[in-house]
């Protein structure tokens, strides 16, 4: 039986990375790396030389600017990372330590981790199979089942808590079920704020992500599409809420010459002036880097097409997703090798990793409520993200 087992392992990377081969041309390929070049060099020697390499300076309000161009958002607050973003929008929208947040067991751990920084609760929900967001739903099934409302709040019978807000994660830059979710969290009362950490460049319905609830995190991490080295950004509409984010993100420091007076516990979240500069030229050219990262992507899909042992996971239909990471999909019968079968990728020099553990199973977490999150396990056992980086599109065969 071991060797069946063996010879299906060797079978299946074989085709995978004969894939990956005939659509990247390469015999090597990391998963995701940034295009640098010469105009980010000067840009951030611009920088330098202009005596900006703090927290102030004109490169950070023309990266905000460039983001809020693109974007359509109104307000763009740039800080030191993603998982700051995380932290600051929900703390400035007044989480409190009596406070559940729904979020899915299927994210990176920064999503969850945010949370328990903000003094709340995380509860873990389950993920929809077609465009791995929030199952709406199931999860409107769960609500009813375990909560009741008083005095306008969404309580949780079981643990005494008020479920205040909702944070949906756009896995891969995948917009999931928006409006539904809009709708249930309407109805329960519940606040929406948003991981949009891999989805700058996403759409749907003409709206962009992390601008369908109140506000919604960015990630320029180095993995990033855009990347500023480290960095973050949040969006939102609300001119109120944006003054506010600014504030707690730089101490709460009252505007004046020289008094240091600071009117609440903030934090120093502000982006250095070069990690903006770097963000800048990286700005400029993200069409660019879009339309190589679509490219590669229906390739891929091709690809797979006549696939024994997966098939590529396109996600929904009436997104406009920025193709972050590709993801393929095993077939049920190898869900128990995926590990055998990331080890063979990688040994064959791709640089392909699984999706991330289900929040739940991480100790830190193991006192989280949960719902059951069935789907979400068979995800974390069957989907494999393959090299995605812009760069690859230059030589995919014709």
């Not at 081969?21 to 090597?28: I, Y």
């Not at 330098?48 to 004109?58: D, E, H, L, Q, T």
């Not at 199931?138 to 005494?160: F, H, P, Q, S």
Request: hydrophobic residues 45%.
């Amino acid at each position: 039986m071991a060797k069946v087992q063996n010879n299906l392992v060797i079978e299946a990377v074989d085709e995978i990375a004969g894939a990956i081969r005939l659509v990247t041309g390469v015999d090597g390929a990391v998963l995701h790396e940034p295009m640098i070049g010469q105009v980010e060099l000067d840009a951030v020697h611009h920088c330098i030389s202009g005596g900006f390499v703090s927290s102030v300076g004109p490169a950070i309000t023309q990266f905000e600017n460039m983001i809020c161009d693109y974007t359509a958002a109104e307000h763009a607050i740039a800080v030191v990372n993603g998982t700051a973003a995380l932290h600051l929008m929900l703390v400035a929208n007044d989480i409190s330590s009596n406070s559940e947040v729904l979020v899915p067991a299927l994210t990176f751990v920064a999503s969850g981790n945010a949370i328990l920084q903000a003094n709340a609760m995380p509860h873990f929900v389950d993920s929809s199979p077609a465009d791995l967001g929030i199952d709406v739903s199931k999860l409107d099934g769960y609500l009813a089942d375990i909560t009741e409302m008083r005095d306008g709040c969404c309580w949780n019978v079981k643990t005494g808590r008020i479920i205040s807000h909702v944070m949906p994660v756009h896995v891969f830059g995948h917009i999931g079920n928006v409006e539904g979710l809009n709708a249930l969290a309407e109805r329960y009362n519940i606040k929406i704020v948003e991981d949009a950490a891999e989805a700058l460049g996403s759409w749907k319905g003409g709206c962009h992500a992390g601008l369908f609830g109140t506000c919604g995190a960015l990630s320029f991490n180095g993995n990033k599409i855009v990347t500023t080295g480290g960095g973050g950004a949040i969006l939102t509409n609300d001119a109120k809420l944006a003054k506010r984010i600014r504030a707690l993100a730089t101490t709460a420091k009252r505007d004046h010459p020289f008094l240091y007076w600071h009117e609440a516990r903030g934090f120093n979240y502000r982006m250095p002036a070069l990690n903006a500069a770097f963000g800048v030229a990286q700005m400029a050219r993200l069409d660019a880097m879009l339309e190589a990262k679509l490219r590669l992507r229906m390739t891929y899909q091709d690809a797979y097409l006549t696939s024994i042992y997966a098939t590529f996971f396109a996600g929904p239909d009436d997104c406009q997703g920025n193709h972050w990471l590709n993801a393929i999909q095993l077939d049920e019968s190898l869900s128990q090798h995926r590990d055998a079968i990331l080890h063979g990728l990688n040994e064959r020099g791709y640089g392909c990793r699984p999706v991330w553990n289900l929040l739940f199973e991480l100790p830190h977490f193991k006192d989280c409520p949960s719902m059951p999150l069935d789907q979400a396990a068979d995800l974390v056992n069957r989907l494999i993200n393959i090299p995605s980086s812009a760069m690859l599109a230059s030589d995919l065969v014709s």
